[in-house]
């Protein structure tokens, strides 16, 4: 483990990677092992002297462990520092805070990038098919490490949130909370769709090389930007888009070209030139994968609420955004009624907001107080000050 | 305690210390606040407005965003000792479906409804042949959100069709005290403004009771049946 290295001043933030020895391999669903496993984490705060003050904060798709410091590849604040830090809901001077980069990413945890101690190559194709619980285990396996036994909350939202409904499924006695935000119980058709849009923009760029593009010396760069452009507008809303940009051109008339002609495009091409600077091809082919393999239900006998069967004692909060229509509403709702069917309390709120899929990482009052009115009350009912 | 609305302190009275409670149309969460502070129960909520359900957030209450048409659907039998509808009943679209629900949530229900048999209601259509404004039906027809009113009668009529036995019953009246009553006296269906009832499933093979005074206060008079 590498030393804690304060980043900020305002909270005590530290982190590093965590090497599990090849004794303690990674038992992965698909039946395989991985071995060495590291994980890359930052924490924020201090563990209390009765470590109830952990919360760990599970991370999106695309996200990382640079949750609330600068990123140490775009130097951009961290992608939930508008909720996490001084005086916002997840606070360093009250909880411990935690945020560890998911098997298969690309940010220190051991992914499809890292070496594979067998050919002394990157994983490349090599590197298991992972899932959310494989994602969810390594975690656990943290937080063990940490000499945390139960986390005051896990919180996370889209991809973050089914992490957070597998730790409630698959450690319910370590969870005192839980928060689900703009997620679903399983990767629709739809999901599904476009993932596969992603994936094979990113294998139909001929520096893939199979995969084996590290080794190569080459990167994917154009496959991987495409796969980027066309998630992206599945996290915004169509008013958001309209309301962002409309018709407006980059410049004075129209180029009678290819060229980027209109805002929208110029948007898209941006966000996808700067997302392959901090970010692996086969990292987002592995992590969506893992995301279309996700059905929660399909690991209880297709029942939801037995996957809840065992969290009676654990108090969830699921938020869903009204124009959030990559995990719709509807999601949210089968979530709690799965919840409700089990037993568990609940609290269940659709924030309205226009902003699309991509607001829980926004600033939406809502969710502000949202998160604030059940963690506090989370914080009493622990007993923590 | 004071300043709570004259239904909620009776409902207090009713619910016991630490028992699982599920408000349909909780509003803002006063009620589940006040059983949480006062009687020290699990409670849930379910409300339909955001304004609402941000509410009962801020509180720290545990409530869902929903319709109590169609979510309570969705809990599983007997998941609490009691379910609570204020207020709310003819508000429903399915109604009968609901109270049933309710009960079948639930141990016992504590309804309320406005009673549309009040002598004020009956002497409102009677004397101006327009629809009545009163204390518990504040709103003109045009704005009310109550779509299936009944009367005492109508209400201990459905209860018998659903099998439903009247544990409690007791009449309120906006800033006087509840007053327990008989719902099944034909005077009290022109007395009563807003009664509220504890209701409970039959049980196979036991007859009916009397309702008991389960609201603290003695009867003012002895209960005839």
């Known amino acids: 483990m590498t030393a804690q290295v304060p980043i900020t001043a305002a909270a005590e933030t530290g982190g590093g990677v965590w090497r599990f020895p090849a004794d303690r391999p990674l038992r992965l669903d698909s039946g395989a092992t991985l071995a060495p496993l590291e994980i890359a984490y930052n924490t924020y705060g201090r563990l209390n002297a009765e470590r109830s003050n952990a919360v760990l904060v599970c991370h999106a798709l695309t996200g990382d462990q640079h949750m609330a410091s600068t990123h140490p590849v775009t130097g951009k604040p961290g992608w939930w520092d508008l909720y996490v830090g001084p005086g916002r809901p997840l606070d360093p001077e009250r909880h411990f805070i935690i945020c560890s980069n998911v098997v298969g990413g690309c940010m220190g945890t051991t992914g499809p990038a890292s070496i594979d101690p067998a050919t002394g190559q990157p994983y490349g194709l090599k590197f298991p098919v992972i899932t959310i619980a494989d994602m969810v285990r390594a975690q656990a396996m943290l937080i063990e490490a940490l000499g945390i036994e139960t986390l005051f909350a896990a919180v996370g939202g889209s991809m973050g949130g089914m992490q957070v409904l597998q730790w409630a499924a698959d450690y319910p006695e370590k969870l005192f909370s839980a928060v689900c935000i703009a997620a679903a119980a399983r990767h629709s058709a739809q999901n599904i769709a476009f993932h596969e849009v992603g994936r094979q923009a990113i294998m139909a760029d001929p520096n893939w090389r199979g995969g084996a593009y590290l080794a190569a010396g080459v990167r994917p760069d154009k496959g991987l930007a495409v796969a980027r452009m066309a998630a992206h507008i599945t996290y915004l809303s169509e008013s958001a888009l309209q309301r962002k940009f409309g018709r407006e051109l980059q410049r004075d008339g129209l180029s009678w070209g290819f060229d980027a002609d209109f805002q929208v495009e110029s948007y898209l091409r941006h966000q996808g030139a700067s997302f392959v600077d901090r970010f692996d091809a086969n990292s987002y082919l592995y992590i969506t994968r893992a995301l279309d393999y996700f059905d929660l239900a399909g690991q209880f006998d297709g029942v939801l609420a037995q996957a809840f069967r065992s969290a009676r004692n654990v108090k969830f909060c699921v938020l869903s955004f009204s124009s959030d229509w990559l995990y719709p509403t509807s999601e949210s709702r089968d979530i709690v009624r799965a919840l409700n069917g089990a037993g568990c309390r609940a609290s269940f709120a659709e924030i309205v907001t226009d902003k699309g899929h991509d607001a829980f990482f926004l600033d939406e009052p809502q969710l502000d107080q949202t998160l604030r009115g059940f963690l506090a009350a989370q914080a009493q009912a622990r007993g923590l000050s | ?225």
């Open chain 2, 1 to 225: 305690m004071s300043g709570a609305r004259e239904d909620f302190r009776e409902i207090l009275t009713l619910v016991r210390p630490g028992a699982r409670v599920l408000d349909v149309g909780c509003g803002e969460g006063e009620l589940l606040e006040l059983l949480t502070r006062e009687k020290g129960v699990d409670g849930q909520g379910l409300e339909i407005s955001p304004e609402g359900v941000s509410a009962c957030l801020a509180r720290g209450l545990a409530v869902v965003q929903g319709d109590g048409d169609r979510d309570l659907d969705h809990f599983p039998t007997r998941a609490f000792d009691y379910a609570i509808l204020s207020k709310t009943l003819q508000q429903m679209r399915e109604p009968r479906h609901v109270l049933s629900e309710l009960l079948r949530i639930a141990e016992q229900a504590v309804v309320s409804v406005p009673n549309f048999g009040h002598w004020k209601v009956r002497w409102a259509l009677l004397s101006r042949g327009r629809m009545p404004e009163t204390g518990a039906l504040p709103e003109p027809w045009w704005s009310t959100p109550n779509i299936h009113l009944c009367t005492l009668r109508d209400f201990t009529a459905l209860c018998d069709d659903l099998g439903l036995r009247i544990d409690a019953c007791a009449s309120l009246a906006e800033g006087k005290p509840a007053r327990p009553i008989d719902p099944r006296q034909p005077i009290e269906n022109w007395r009563a403004e807003t009664a509220l009832f504890l209701l409970s499933r039959k049980q196979e093979g036991r007859a009916e009771t009397a309702p008991v005074d389960l609201f603290g206060d003695p009867p003012a008079s002895p209960r005839k049946r």
